[in-house]
């Protein structure tokens, strides 16, 4: 079955414990992305990557890392995580970056503390 | 840059009804994709329909339809017969063509509520 794998689904931490959000998927793709939602400001674009070794800042990059070192995964690092990266996190894929629809993982609920 | 406005946070429709959602947008570009996503209480993101801007044809996904008005860059969900399961956020979405390196900038969502 083809899907984007996010784990984990909750996560609840402290305050400056480095973690690491997975994400992959099997279908081959080419581009994959992070989002935070946040209630009232929608979806916003964390960083994202074009291929294996090829990452770029989008929205509100600040806080987080990425690396894209196989074309399958896809992680979100967050070196020191802080209350205000408290959110709903999606990672998601597609064939290319403009004109075929993001395959969404189920999300990955943080909760900093 | 470009933004993404839906300016109605919250709607509710009666089962079998029809209802629209509000989309505008801003851009520069000529080339462009829009969709509409579906959020159920899951969390799960669906996608709804897209619509390509160079085409004029509204898309349609059988319940579901789009009134895309490039000049007003109004881009509004129409949902048809209106079912429980409907229920949901909805979050439109643009991104450019062979643009920005594929940086898709989504609304602040239509909470959708259905009453039976």
């Known amino acids: 079955e083809a899907q984007v794998t996010q784990n984990p689904r909750y996560l609840i931490t402290v305050t400056g414990k480095k973690l690491t959000v997975t994400c992959s998927q099997n279908?081959?793709?080419?581009?994959m992305s992070w989002y935070r939602q946040d209630p009232g400001l929608g979806l916003r674009q964390i960083y994202y990557s074009m291929n294996v070794e090829v990452t770029d800042k989008g929205d509100v990059p600040e806080g987080y890392k990425v690396s894209r070192k196989e074309k399958r995964n896809f992680p979100l690092i967050l070196e020191s995580p802080s209350p205000n990266q408290t959110s709903l996190y999606f990672c998601a894929s597609s064939r290319s970056s403009y004109n075929s629809p993001l395959h969404f993982g189920n999300g990955t609920r943080l909760t900093v503390t | 840059a470009q933004t993404v406005t839906q300016s109605q946070p919250e709607m509710s429709v009666q089962e079998a009804e029809t209802v629209t959602l509000s989309c505008t947008y801003d851009?520069?570009?000529?080339?462009?994709?829009l969709f509409w996503y579906k959020q159920p209480p899951s969390r799960q993101m669906i996608l709804v329909i897209r619509q390509e801007a160079y085409k004029q044809q509204n898309a349609t996904e059988n319940r579901f339809s789009v009134n895309f008005q490039k000049a007003a860059k109004s881009f509004s969900l129409k949902i048809s017969d209106s079912q429980l399961g409907d229920a949901a956020m909805y979050f439109c979405a643009y991104t450019n063509y062979g643009g920005s390196q594929g940086n898709l900038i989504f609304g602040k969502g239509t909470k959708l509520s259905v009453k039976p």
């Open positions: 851009t520069s570009e000529s080339d462009y994709y």
């Open positions: 279908m081959n793709h080419e581009y």
